[in-house]
């Protein structure tokens, strides 16, 4: 039996997907393993207990599908980006991994960017604390001693690899988000790292994602032993994949706690990361509050009140909510200055209704996401936006996406873990490239497109009230 | 003996009674209902008005009567700006709309369009507005225009003239009207004119009452009524005042010393001047006299209350003054601006919305709560400020109204307002309407009228002083940041009812809460 073994390193949970070669496939997830936050904005996690939360949910996958060590298994391995793990000469982890939810390394933002002005040209972002860069600074200038021990940088999906394989590499996709990579040669930038007197050493190679990861030799069940592995690419690119980006204009929306567009471009645009493929980039525009705000507002308002049930209510307010917008920056406006603008209702009056609030956060997150596209100044597609994450479900918000976008829609429930099974297939050539992966299937949606106008209006009135409320703007 | 006071509020009628030391010695009171029969709307129906205040009326004469005071005068409060046409008998001809009707928008600009808006309010006190009932009147149907309709009547003379007493109603409420000259304290021929002009012809041919101070006998009680009342035959109407005038007297308000601010469906400061009070051009103040060398100047927010409704309704919390009492201690960093219908009359902008800034995923209930009841302290503030920078003194400020008698409260809004607010216990709004009436038959002199029972001020806190002088100023930064947004959707809105009346087509109302579940929790009323 020829089986693809997806694993996804999520930041409470790990899922794993197996696909077999008629294309079935099945998964399983973790119990959530917890993040600790020892100080106010901190985020940290074990390393470990990702290793035995992964050993134990592979085992389990494996087991139900009834995979021995006569099955033909390969393994690709994603996961959260971003986050850094140290390891000492041993092997071991020298401090717990910095997770990308960490808001601790805002001075060392201003650090590389005072002394690599160009940073941003460079690597395609400006520097944010939940990269990898800033964080490894912080670790320097507040814990000299577990640097001076550090032996290997590592992201999550990498040191997981790795210990199965004892190989180092990294991927192009995930080194994209360490704030160090090169986003044009796709090599680590020693212009960077000269500049802050980093030692590349301590980075592992850069490959192309289907690269050979080694071949599992330790930690593992015997199911798992000498199986093969692919590099993987960082979780928001298995997303990718497995949403069906491979073209460039191809755009996907992730409506979760947070949202995340992911869009695709053929050359390096402000604000993208290297894209699986050699010749492409994924622009990465997440809005945190995504889903967040309705269960914020559901908490607010009818705490204890299912999701579902509370959001239902948005059905009977007419699009654009009586004129009532939302501002979706509960968490802030990602990658403001001088704070952005703030979360607000705005346009209250006392005919408002909870469908009205209800439907205006739903609506209010749309249209961020239209502004973010927008001001990225990066084309549309014009045939389809696919939609995926918990809040795809709702087709409700699904109608108002589309219809603040003006294209029709698809969902899919594939994910990152299904992703990383694809690269595992590609690695392994079940498929010749990129584009040869299965492609969705699922119904296109135009349902929409009815509200298309009143939703632009209502758009550009937002982003009137977002400019105004913007300080200094 | 006794007097009685009836507080014709928006969202409920009160009737209480007082004896000859300005003691309440029986109260009894009943909700109404407001309708929204079409958008922008919203209409109370004055016959069911009428019922419930000669109903209690009844309960109160018959207990004073029972303690062996019989009533001996009433007076009259009530909300301003609503207007009924009446027919021969004067009964109603229509659904009266209440002062956050909009129907009188357009109409309020054609008029403002001839007379201009400074000269509107230097005759008639009262900034250019489509919640007077002036503009109502100009946007009526057939049952507003003779042949049918014979009289136009404020609430408070539709009432008295179906006991029998000639129409009358005092000056704050003729003020209200948004006709009436407060200089010369009669109607005023410009503002009949300009708006007969226009839109409105059939102004010159219908009348409205007679206007006298507030404290002016204006008739007895007939004998048919006074069975009807339970009252002795012969019983003294006399000219009570419009609701926030009625609370300043009842609450003992004062120029130069006392000043009144209610919490009530609408939040008011009413302020006290020997003249007309300079300096206020420009802004939603209004203005009007009460008695000769007695001037009120009120300022506040339209919907300031309601809006404190609305929140609590939208929580599903049922029991409000439970959500209010868990209001957080420690000031938070989010802001509503409470212009729910219209901006406060510190900016005279009808287009104005509420919002809510400054939303943080960490924000509790309590800290939203706190919010809510922290705007009418900012509003409060602004107001205060604008009146000292004209040279108008407010002096102590007693609150009145449903929401001065919670003490927690009522310190978180001293401290957003950065003034003392000292509880005036009661119902100030019924005992001035009384205490007007024993002015009327000679039980006091106006100036020496029984003092209201006071509570402990509300200090602001000292430790949030620099906070809120801080957060104030953002409260007024945000609101013109928002202005022009406001203003777009309104010019949207008045052009979607455009539509809508051509095509004669009814849109149910946006909300499937009833006004009545929203407001009902308010008794007190007040416009400004």
């Known amino acids: ?473 | 003996m006794s007097t009685v006071g009836i507080d014709l509020g928006t969202s409920g009628v009160r009737a209480v009674a007082y004896n000859d030391e300005g003691q309440q010695i029986a109260t009894a009171a009943e909700k109404i209902s407001l309708k929204r029969p079409r958008e922008g709307w919203v209409v109370l129906d004055a016959e069911a008005v009428l019922r419930s205040a000669e109903s209690l009326l009844a309960a109160v004469a018959g207990e004073a009567a029972g303690l062996g005071d019989q009533v001996r005068a009433i007076g009259l409060s009530s909300q301003g700006e609503v207007v009924i046409p009446v027919d021969r008998s004067g009964q109603a001809l229509s659904l009266a709309p209440v002062s956050m009707d909009a129907r009188g928008e357009s109409a309020a600009r054609a008029i403002g369009g001839r007379v201009g808006p400074e000269r509107v309010q230097q005759i008639t006190g009262q900034p250019l507005n489509r919640m007077f009932s002036v503009y109502k009147i100009a946007a009526g149907d057939a049952a507003w225009r003779p042949p049918v309709a014979k009289a136009y009547r404020t609430l408070s003379d539709f009432v008295t003239a179906r006991w029998g007493v000639a129409p009358a109603l005092d000056w704050t409420l003729a003020a209200r009207t948004g006709l009436f000259d407060v200089n010369a304290a009669t109607w005023s021929a410009e503002m009949v004119a300009a708006a007969a002009a226009g839109d409105a012809p059939w102004l010159i041919e219908v009348p409205f009452s007679e206007c006298v101070p507030s404290g002016t006998p204006i008739g007895t009680v007939s004998g048919k009524a006074a069975e009807r009342l339970g009252v002795p035959s012969g019983t003294a109407v006399v000219a009570g005042a419009h609701d926030q005038a009625a609370s300043f007297i009842g609450a003992g308000g004062r120029a130069g010393s006392v000043s009144t601010f209610a919490l009530g469906s609408s939040d008011c400061l009413t302020v006290e001047t020997p003249q007309r009070a300079a300096g206020i051009a420009g802004t939603g103040f209004a203005t009007y006299p009460w008695r000769p060398g007695r001037w009120l100047t009120l300022a506040g927010t339209a919907a300031g209350g309601w809006t404190l409704d609305w929140y609590v309704a939208l929580t599903g919390v049922g029991d409000a003054d439970a959500l209010l009492a868990e209001s957080s201690t420690e000031p938070p960093p989010v802001i509503v601006l409470p212009y729910f219908a219209g901006s406060g009359t510190l900016d005279n902008d009808p287009s104005g919305r509420g919002a809510v800034i400054g939303l943080t995923l960490d924000l509790s209930r309590a800290q939203l709560t706190r919010a809510f009841l922290e705007s009418a302290g900012y509003e409060l503030g602004s107001i205060v400020a604008a009146f000292t920078a004209n040279g108008v003194p407010v002096g102590q400020i007693r609150a009145v109204g449903t929401g001065a008698s919670n003490p927690i409260t009522l310190e978180i809004r001293a401290s957003a307002a950065g003034v003392p607010l000292r509880p005036a216990l009661g119902n100030a709004s019924a005992r001035g309407a009384a205490l007007l009436a024993g002015v009327g038959v000679g039980l006091f002199e106006i100036d020496d009228i029984p003092p209201i029972t006071v509570g402990a001020t509300a200090q602001p806190d000292p430790n949030t002083v620099d906070w809120y002088t801080q957060q104030r100023q953002t409260y007024r930064d945000l609101y013109r940041v928002l202005r022009p947004f406001n203003q777009r959707f309104e010019v949207r809105r008045a052009t979607d009812r455009g539509r809508e009346n051509l095509s004669e087509t009814t849109k149910g109302q946006f909300s499937n809460a009833s006004p009545d579940a929203r407001h009902d929790a308010r008794h007190d009323a007040r416009r400004c």
């Open chain 1, 1 to 473: 039996m020829d089986l693809l073994l997806g694993v996804d390193l999520g930041t409470t949970a790990c899922k794993v997907t197996v696909v077999a070669s008629d294309l079935t496939v099945s998964s399983i997830s973790s119990p959530p393993y917890p993040i600790s936050a020892p100080h106010r904005e901190w985020a940290e996690q074990d390393p470990r207990a990702w290793g035995e939360a992964v050993d134990t949910t592979v085992q389990r996958a494996l087991d139900s599908v009834g995979a021995g060590s006569r099955d033909h298994v390969t393994l690709s391995i994603t996961g959260q980006m971003h986050s850094l793990v140290l390891l000492d000469a041993d092997g071991n982890p020298a401090r717990p991994a910095i997770l990308w939810a960490d808001r601790r390394a805002t001075a060392e933002c201003s650090m590389i960017e005072n002394q690599v002005p160009d940073v941003a040209t460079i690597t395609g972002n400006p520097p944010l604390p939940a990269f990898t860069l800033p964080q490894l600074l912080w670790v320097r200038h507040h814990e000299p001693d577990v640097l001076s021990r550090t032996s290997n940088v590592l992201l999550p999906k990498d040191y997981l690899r790795w210990r199965y394989t004892r190989r180092l590499a990294t991927d192009w996709t995930d080194a994209s988000g360490t704030g160090m990579l090169d986003s044009a040669t796709r090599e680590w930038s020693t212009t960077i790292l000269s500049a802050l007197e980093l030692d590349l050493g301590l980075l592992p190679p850069v490959t192309d994602p289907i690269a050979d990861g080694g071949v599992v030799e330790r930690n593992a069940s015997p199911a798992l032993q000498a199986v093969p592995t692919a590099v993987g690419v960082g979780d928001q690119f298995a997303e990718a994949l497995s949403a069906g980006l491979t073209h460039a204009g191809d755009m996907a929306i992730i409506l979760g706690t947070s949202a995340v567009v992911l869009g695709v471009s053929d050359h390096p645009v402000p604000g993208s990361f290297c894209h699986a493929q050699s010749d492409l980039w994924l622009r990465l525009d997440s809005l945190h509050a995504g889903g967040k705000s309705l269960q914020w507002l559901r908490d607010m308002l009818a705490p204890g009140e299912s999701l579902a049930a509370f959001t239902s209510a948005a059905t009977s307010a007419p699009p654009g909510s009586h004129d009532l917008l939302f501002l979706p920056f509960l968490m802030g406006e990602r990658g403001a200055r001088g704070g952005g603008s703030p979360g607000a209702f705005v346009g209250l009056i006392t005919e408002h209704g909870r469908e009205d609030l209800v439907r205006a956060v739903l609506e209010g997150v749309a249209f961020e996401l239209r502004r973010l596209q927008q001001k990225r100044g990066t084309p549309l597609p014009t045939d389809v936006l696919t939609l995926k994450g918990g809040g795809a479900q709702n087709e409700l918000w699904c109608q108002i996406v589309s219809g603040v976008f003006g294209i029709p829609y698809r969902t899919t429930n594939r994910d990152a873990a299904y992703g990383a099974a694809m690269i595992a297939g590609i690695s392994q050539r079940w498929w010749p490239n990129w584009q040869c992966v299965p492609a969705l299937n699922d119904p296109i949606n135009e349902s929409g497109l009815a509200d298309v106008e009143i939703l632009n209006d209502r758009y550009a009135r937002y982003c009137t009230v977002v400019d105004a409320l913007t300080p200094d703007s």
